[in-house]
């Protein structure tokens, strides 16, 4: 079975995505697109690929708002994730299931 790589997907993905988008940051139209497929998600939560569809979105505007490439997507997924175990979460049991559950944001008033 072969590894998935992530670096390799990005760079199939964004010449895909010039090629039947066309080029630019298209940020407008990428952000209308996610918010359709959050509505998706809201109406049936288990679908796997709605839930899909918003990743593949969202490294879509990345690379198009921000020029980078997909090793520099990859690194930032990566730094995003170490930066978030590093921070401080309050307790999930005491918080709102419906509300999303912020980093505690020390000296902040």
Same mark, same amino acid.
């Given at each position: 079975?072969? /590894?998935?790589?992530?670096? %390799?997907?990005? $760079?199939?993905?964004?010449?895909?995505?010039?090629?039947?988008? @066309?080029?630019?940051? $298209?940020?407008? @139209?990428?952000? +209308?697109?996610?918010?359709?497929?959050?509505?998706?998600?809201?109406?049936?939560?288990?679908?796997?690929? %709605? =839930?899909?569809?918003?990743?593949?979105?969202?490294?879509? @505007?990345? &690379?198009?708002?921000?020029?980078?490439?997909? %090793?520099?997507?990859?690194? /930032?997924?990566?730094?995003?994730?170490? %930066?978030?175990?590093?921070?401080? &979460?309050?307790? =999930?049991?005491?918080? +709102?299931?419906?509300?999303?559950?912020?980093?505690?944001?020390? @000296? +902040?008033?």
């Amino acid at each position: 079975m072969k /590894t998935f790589d992530l670096v %390799e997907y990005l $760079r199939d993905q964004i010449e895909f995505s010039r090629r039947t988008f @066309g080029p630019g940051p $298209r940020t407008t @139209g990428v952000l +209308d697109h996610i918010r359709k497929e959050i509505d998706e998600v809201s109406a049936d939560p288990t679908d796997l690929e %709605e =839930w899909i569809d918003i990743v593949i979105l969202a490294f879509d @505007g990345a &690379w198009r708002a921000t020029g980078a490439s997909p %090793e520099e997507i990859v690194a /930032t997924l990566s730094y995003k994730q170490a %930066e978030n175990e590093l921070r401080n &979460w309050p307790d =999930w049991r005491t918080a +709102d299931p419906g509300q999303a559950i912020e980093h505690v944001r020390e @000296g +902040d008033n």
